[in-house]
């Protein structure tokens, strides 16, 4: 029965070794290690959340580049099609104003060409007037020689008034 | 799971104690045949049971090998409060005599050592055949007390040293590696963080934990050191020794108690069931105080010390066998033994760490229900 009787002087060592112990370890081990695990898991879910925040950072940054990039884009676009739109308009416009230039000058043109044949025409007319005078001169000369013929003249003359 | 393996090992080493403890009364008849060499003195008969005893016993020396005046052995100081004050002198002095029949004279008294144990001596031997004091009924005197520097008190400074050196080198290389566990610090850190979030944060509490962390770390490191201790061949027995173990339990009781809140008290002394019950409860709620640390002092000493018998018992197999058929069969029985001792050791690694584990658990739990705040 000896092994269960705790003897009196070993109750005694091992409270001294035990709280000496306590003591030493706690004041030289445990509170510098516990300090130097606390400071390092802090240090660590700092970083952490540091790395965290730059991530999300970044994140925005990417997001707010893409949104420069896509306003870009669209401002490119816009521009683009203004620019296609003026160059349509330019070139509308310039036919028109072709076209019309053209018409104007057929226009000016053709009355010009009028105008030349109407003078041409008038002088014409007068030198055929002229021409028919004189042969009208010559023929009434030779034909109205006689009184017979002056007759035969009247007649036929008489004869289509007559019919017309 | 592990509540239980516990319990089988609780189980397993009780068995064990039972069946080795029927024996000493058996044999109390030839109990100075503890020495090992018992067989030559006693026609050939090797006693496993005293030899046992004597390995798991505290001992004024460390003994190496060898028995008798043959021994070798380192002596360690005795101490003793007598009648008479103070008395000092070396283990030597018994010349390796443990049956009460060597005196030791210092400062006016006499003494004598007799299994394991110091006695008032007187010059005339007794009828026992010893020189131990007897009164006038017959009994011994009472004993001085012995307050030696004993195998397992060298255990225990042995491992407080060996805690003292390894932790503060582990404290300092945090500051000359800046907070980079390395090496050694590399190995321990991970045991103290394992007390500090998986023993003491989930059972006392995310608030109270912090106060509680170095003790817990001590207990736990001193309790591991001192089982491995037992495993070396050198034969310490200390977390085995129930002095050990209750001085152990009894400061977690101190702690608890120094530790409680009007809670625990209320729980004690109010527990809240129904008025006709709480006569019944409170004395209940009262010695459940102390079968607490009550339970973890046997549960450590009981498989510490099942472990030691363990291992010798299947050691004695080789010379229980040399008994039954000559040496031919001691050696044959040899390897086996070796076999299974090498099985029983490596069990006993497992078993030291989960019971230094087990005691801390349990402590944190008991200092966590007392500072459990009302919910």
Redesign the interface.
């Known amino acids: 029965m000896d092994l269960v009787m705790p003897s009196v002087g070993l109750i005694f060592w091992a409270t001294v070794s035990f709280v000496i112990l306590l003591v030493l370890l706690r004041k030289f081990a445990w509170k510098p290690i516990l300090t130097a695990v606390n400071a390092r898991e802090e240090s660590i879910s700092k970083a952490l959340e540091s790395a965290e925040e730059a991530k999300k950072e970044m994140a925005n940054l990417k997001s707010s580049n893409e949104k420069l990039l896509i306003e870009a884009r669209e401002e490119r676009d816009a521009m683009m099609k203004d620019a296609r739109e003026i160059k349509a308009k330019l070139i509308e416009d310039a036919k028109t104003e072709a076209s019309a230039q053209g018409e104007k000058m057929i226009a000016q043109a053709k009355e010009v060409i009028e105008n030349e044949k109407k003078a041409a025409m008038a002088e014409i007319k007068s030198q055929v007037a002229t021409l028919s005078i004189d042969i009208a001169e010559k023929v009434v000369k030779g034909n109205l020689s006689t009184d017979d013929k002056q007759k035969e003249l009247i007649n036929g003359l008489v004869e289509e008034v007559t019919l017309n | 799971m592990l509540r239980k393996t516990n319990l089988l090992l609780l189980l397993f080493s009780f068995a064990t104690f039972a069946l080795n ?1 029927n024996n000493p009364e058996e044999h109390s008849d030839h109990s100075d045949s503890h020495e090992l060499n018992a067989h030559d003195e006693h026609g050939g008969k090797f006693d496993p049971v005293p030899m046992i ?1 004597e390995h ?3 001992a004024h020396e460390i003994h190496w090998w060898g028995h008798g005046h043959d021994a070798v052995s380192w002596p360690l100081p005795v ?1 003793l409060w007598t009648n008479d004050g103070l008395v000092t002198f070396m283990s030597s002095e018994f010349h390796h005599d443990n049956e009460g029949k060597h005196l030791v004279e210092k400062g006016g008294q006499q003494f004598v050592r007799s ?3 110091i006695y008032y001596a007187s010059n005339e031997l007794n009828k026992e055949g010893n020189y131990i004091a007897l009164n006038n009924e017959g009994e011994a005197l009472s004993k001085p ?6 195998k ?2 060298v255990g ?2 042995l491992i ?1 040293i060996i ?2 050196l390894i ?2 080198a ?3 290389s ?2 000359k590696n800046g ?2 566990p390395k090496r050694l610090t590399g190995w321990m ?1 991970p045991l ?2 394992f007390i ?1 979030d998986d023993v003491a944060k989930p059972n006392i509490g995310d608030k109270k934990y912090a106060k509680y ?3 817990l ?2 207990l736990f490191f ?1 309790i591991w050191g001192l089982n491995l201790l037992g495993l070396t061949p050198i034969g310490f027995n200390v977390t085995g ?4 173990t ?3 339990a009894v ?1 977690t009781l101190i702690v608890t108690l120094v530790s409680a809140n009007k809670n625990y008290w209320g729980h004690i002394f109010n527990p809240p069931v129904p008025g006709a019950l709480k006569p019944l409860m409170v004395p209940i709620e009262i010695v459940g105080v102390f079968t607490k640390p009550f339970a973890l002092m046997i549960r450590l ?1 009981a498989n510490i ?1 099942a472990g030691h018998i363990v291992i010798l018992s299947l050691i004695s197999l080789i010379f229980i066998a040399q008994n039954a058929g000559g040496d031919g069969l001691a050696w044959g029985m040899s390897l086996p033994s070796m076999l299974l001792v090498l099985f029983i050791s490596v069990l006993e690694l497992l078993v030291a760490v989960l019971q230094a584990y087990i005691f801390t658990l349990l402590t944190a739990l008991f200092i966590g229900m007392a500072v459990e705040e009302h919910h």
């Open positions: 403890a005893m798991i016993s505290d101490i299994h394991g144990k007390l012995d307050f030696s520097i004993t397992s008190v225990m400074f407080m805690l003292l932790f503060t582990v404290a300092r945090y500051k907070g980079i850190e103290v963080i500090r962390v170095p003790f770390l001590t001193f020794n129930i002095a050990v209750m001085v152990l400061i000493f010390t």
